[in-house]
Structure formats: C-alpha cells, structure tokens
C-alpha cells in the first residue's frame, strides 16, 4: 500500500541515476529558521514509510543550528535560500549530487 504523501513529503521523486527522493520544501521568511522538528519529521518518514534512498529539505529561508547539525548527523542534506537559487538557476547542484 502506498504512503500518503502528507507525512513530511512535499515531492517524490526519482533522481536521473534511479534513486527515490523525498523532498520537503518549507517557504519560510528571513526570520523563521527550520527547526530541528522539522527535519527530524523527514528524517522519520523518508526511509520507512516513502521507500526513499534520500532525503532533502528545501528552504526559502535557513536552518537553526540544531537542524544543521542533525540534517549532517543523519545525511539529511539541507538547502537553504541560497543553495535552493543557485539550483533554480542552474548554476549550483542538485542536492541529489
């Protein structure tokens, strides 16, 4: 049976090289970092209930310390305003990369 795409996934993809990712994008302002909860939410559903290889948080704002520190811990890779412009813009690499 298939997850229902609500439980901290946004998108669910296949990588050009074949492996499933869970992409979570939070559109945030300047001044609201995601938080640890928030990634520790992809970190739990990504493998076990969406069947992902990776998993990748997309932000239009950045990241507290806490989450940065745990998205590293548990190879969560994290994208924050800039990193997700540069990719947008086809300049930087995806974060399947």
């Not at 890779?77 to 990193?83: E, I, N």
Request: aromatic share 6%; net charge positive; hydrophobic share 40%.
């Amino acid at each position: 049976m298939a997850a229902p795409a609500i439980l901290a996934a946004d998108i669910l993809a296949t990588t050009p090289t074949g492996r499933r990712i869970l992409i979570q994008a939070k559109r945030y302002g300047p001044r609201t970092l995601v938080g640890s909860q928030d990634v520790q939410k992809v970190n739990g559903t990504y493998r076990d209930v969406h069947h992902c290889d990776l998993a990748v948080v997309v932000t239009t704002s950045t990241y507290t310390k806490a989450a940065a520190a745990f998205c590293e811990q548990v190879g969560i890779r994290a994208l924050d305003r800039r990193a997700l412009a540069l990719w947008a813009e086809g300049t930087g690499k995806p974060p399947w990369g």
